[in-house]
């Protein structure tokens, strides 16, 4: 690890002075910046073919099998593994299921391959990459462990995840506009371009040998890591909050039916949707590197989980394109407080050698509740038309974080360091 004689905790920079930190940080924003590209144009894409809002949740199921299914062994084999071995093969895993999406969906192959089987291809490679994400979260979860000192953990995870919504604003925004003004070929040609930068950033990252060889089973290994997380309370509660409020709150999902058909604003419309409530999540993480919200982390939590609902039942309710940009930003304003809360306390309560099995078990809670969100979306939507499936889910979110508040009072006075040390019970 390559680190400076003193740490200042105070320096709202003192997470990028690592360079092998920088390269980490790069590898995520063109590989997340890829990912959201492919994630608009798939659902417009489909969305085209079929008109069916179910068709769009089926995505995010897809997705969502595999990623969880293979979770907790993908923690097994990223805790035992060379790490930057590891994301290699991912990455190439990703970069090929999305040249078959390109090929399969590009003009030259119409004449070869009919319409029909256009959306199987499509949704099967969306399950190949949810095969990939399920090691993918595991595997840098530890390694920025390895990285960074404990004492940067916090301001590590808010720039970690203010290059991921960085991306996130970027990358619908772009694929939005480009599949709209020159088609979804060239618009795939960008996407495996950026997959291969974030493949080469790999390359600057240092070998880190694992710290966990197994002395057991790998069945004792996984057991481990479930008993670890159902043990700690306060990580347990954490994971559960974030859990149901997301798979309530997985309307946007459904942004390709208020482009299309509510707001009328097309592809372009729906890249600047998406990019408004990264907008929100990175400005606030950007924020919080300076203005820490873990000084009484389970309120602020509780506060962001209702705020992110309201957004979510205004931006249902709105029928102005404007003003559901604006909702949208708020709803990725408060997503952000969630996320950098949850990641500090996983990151500060997890023990070196079980970072890999204790985040697949945050995968199998939260790394696919979006996906799983946007199922139960698509499917309310088809049951209950679009704007009440999405206030429903809104008004939800709010139920759950004030059942949530009503068994956890405790815990609402407590820093972040009364909470480890006292292991409070939820």
């Given at each position: ?12 920079y ?43 949740g ?95 953990y ?5 720039w ?21 003004f ?92 998406r ?27 509780l ?23 604006i909702f ?8 952000s ?6 990641s ?29 969100g ?17 206030v ?32 409070t019970?939820?």
């Amino acid at each position: 690890m390559d680190s400076p004689k003193i740490i200042d905790k105070q320096d709202p920079y003192a997470a990028l002075r690592y360079r092998e930190f920088r390269s980490y940080l790069g590898m995520r924003f063109f590989f997340t910046f890829a990912y959201q590209m492919q994630a608009v144009i798939i659902g417009f894409h489909i969305y085209h073919l079929t008109k069916d809002p179910l068709a769009l949740g089926l995505i995010g199921l897809c997705e969502a099998i595999p990623a969880i299914s293979i979770a907790l062994y993908g923690g097994y084999i990223a805790d035992k593994s060379e790490k930057r071995g590891l994301l290699l093969k991912i990455f190439v895993c990703v970069f090929l299921c999305s040249l078959i999406m390109l090929v399969a969906t590009s003009r030259q192959m119409h004449a070869y391959v009919p319409v029909s089987y256009i959306i199987p291809i499509m949704y099967s490679m969306v399950f190949g990459i949810g095969m990939a994400r399920g090691f993918f979260g595991p595997a840098t979860f530890s390694l920025m462990a390895e990285i960074i000192p404990k004492e940067l953990y916090p301001n590590s995870t808010t720039w970690n995840s203010s290059s991921y919504m960085s991306a996130s604003i970027l990358g619908p925004a772009a694929g939005g506009l480009v599949y709209g003004f020159f088609g979804i070929t060239t618009t795939y040609l960008i996407i495996l371009a950026f997959i291969f930068i974030a493949l080469v950033c790999i390359f600057f990252l240092n070998s880190h040998p694992p710290r966990y060889i197994p002395k057991e089973s790998i069945m004792k290994s996984l057991t481990a890591g479930v008993q670890f997380v159902f043990k700690n309370k306060m990580m347990l509660g954490a994971m559960s909050l974030d859990l149901f409020s997301v798979f309530f709150g997985g309307a946007v999902a459904l942004l390709p039916v208020f482009a299309n058909d509510i707001l009328k604003v097309g592809s372009e419309g729906l890249g600047l949707m998406r990019a408004s409530a990264s907008a929100g999540a990175v400005l606030t993480m950007l924020a919080m590197t300076r203005i820490s919200p873990m000084n009484k982390p389970w309120r602020n939590l509780l506060i962001a989980v209702v705020g992110f609902g309201t957004s979510i039942i205004c931006y249902g309710l709105s029928k102005n394109f404007y003003i559901t940009l604006i909702f949208l930003f708020l709803e990725g304003s408060f997503d952000s407080i969630s996320v950098i809360i949850r990641s500090t306390i996983m990151q500060l309560l997890t023990p070196d050698d079980m970072r890999g099995r204790v985040s697949a078990v945050n995968s199998m809670f939260i790394g696919s509740s979006n996906e799983i969100g946007a199922f139960e979306s698509g499917l309310t939507a088809k049951l209950m038309r679009t704007v009440p499936a999405v206030v429903f889910g809104g008004c939800m979110t709010i139920v759950v974080a004030g059942i949530t508040y009503t068994k956890t009072k405790s815990l609402l006075g407590l820093s972040l360091q009364e909470i480890n040390e006292q292991d409070t019970k939820v």
